[in-house]
């Protein structure tokens, strides 16, 4: 077992890589009002926080708005 690397204060987490349907249905478990998914989502991509792959990979956020 490796120790784990330290994270520098500051360092933002590597983005998380998952396709939009993963993300909408995950933030959908949390709330059933659509534009609240859709902000959440837009927030969420717009930030660098998550990363789409699959067919979205590399669209712009606004472009899917």
Known sequence: MTAAQPVRAGAAPAPRAVTLLQLVRAIGEITEDDREVVATVLH???????QLRGNFCGSPP???A
């Open 44 to 50: 969420l991509l717009r930030s660098g926080r998550v």
């Open 62 to 64: 606004d472009a899917l």
